[in-house]
């Protein structure tokens, strides 16, 4: 099981960036060019929403059940011990939360190219944080689970 969860994280997560480039895509030509804020707009940041909070499910259970995630004394000592159970979690429940508010608070705005803009921003710093939690798991962009 936990095998075949660590290859799901890891493909879901190519799905997310995909559709974070969409999305920042058609929230910057939107705000940039006061464009109506459309069904692919609401359905593509519904999806990343859904996928985003998914990953974080499949996350979770990984965290529970990991060798690599340790609560001991040696932890904080060892670089890829640290990083699976503090710095990989931390990252990513920001770069979720901003993806989750970035959906919510722009449903509450009336000017479309408020909502680009809001989106565009916030989902923006989401994909920084997730760059930086991919370049710095040790992995690389594309590699496989497991080999940390």
């Known amino acids: 099981m936990y095998t075949g969860l660590l290859h799901l994280h890891?493909?879901?997560r190519y799905a997310i960036l995909l559709l974070i480039l969409l999305v920042l895509y058609r929230s910057f030509t939107g705000f940039t060019g006061k464009k109506t804020f459309t069904s692919l707009d609401q359905k593509s940041s519904l999806w990343l929403l859904i996928l985003s909070h998914l990953q974080l499910v499949?996350?979770?259970v990984l965290y529970m059940v990991s060798?690599?995630?340790k609560f001991?004394?040696?932890?904080?000592?060892?670089a890829s011990l640290r990083y699976w159970t503090v710095e990989h979690i931390f990252?990513?429940?920001?770069?979720?939360?901003?993806?989750?508010i970035a959906r919510i608070s722009s449903k509450r705005l009336t000017d479309d190219t408020a909502?680009?803009?809001?989106?565009?921003?916030?989902?923006?710093?989401?994909?920084?944080?997730?760059?930086?939690?991919?370049?710095?798991?040790?992995r690389g962009f594309?590699?496989?689970p497991g080999h940390h």
């Open 142 to 144: 594309f590699g496989l």
């Open 58 to 60: 499949f996350g979770l």
């Open 10 to 12: 890891s493909l879901n």
């Open 67 to 69: 060798p690599w995630v």
């Open 115 to 138: 909502k680009h803009k809001r989106i565009f921003i916030l989902v923006s710093i989401a994909f920084v944080i997730i760059l930086a939690a991919i370049a710095t798991s040790g």
């Open 91 to 100: 990252m990513m429940v920001i770069a979720i939360t901003l993806i989750t």
């Open 72 to 78: 001991t004394a040696e932890t904080m000592k060892d």
